[in-house]
């Protein structure tokens, strides 16, 4: 076996591992903000390691460029997705659990009440 496919295959079992903790993340945590906290961060390190895994076993520049596009855009765009997706559960009325104890966002929306009520729109 060359030392090539060695590299490859460790990169898609860690990969595949990142992505098996978020699946299992998906299931057994408490709210809506840590599964998708787990799904956002594992998930994509899986799916990128895999990328890169796949830019290494192909060589072909077209593949390799796909790959590693895909891979930048799984790290460009799953935070924000994430943080837009738990900002409307927040203001939608998913509250954190109850092992939550500080609620900075909370407390930014009570600000921007107070704001809010001098002016006209």
């Given at each position: 076996m060359m030392?090539?496919?060695i590299i490859v295959g460790i990169l898609v079992?860690?990969?595949s591992s990142f992505c098996?903790?978020?699946s299992v993340g998906l299931i057994?945590?408490?709210d809506v903000y840590i599964r998708m906290h787990a799904a956002s961060k594992a998930g994509t390190l899986g799916s990128g390691v895999m990328l890169i895994a796949l830019?290494?076993?192909s060589?072909?520049?077209?593949v390799v460029t796909r790959a590693l596009a895909?891979?930048?855009f799984f790290l460009l765009t799953a935070p924000v997705s994430a943080h837009l997706l738990a900002r409307?559960?927040?203001?939608?009325g998913y509250r954190p659990c109850s092992q939550t104890k500080i609620d900075k966002f909370a407390e930014s929306l009570k600000m921007n009440e107070n704001d809010n009520l001098g002016t006209d729109k």
């Open positions: 030392l090539l496919e079992l860690i990969g098996l903790v978020a057994r945590l408490q830019a290494f076993y060589w072909e520049v077209d895909g891979a930048v409307a559960s927040y203001i939608a």
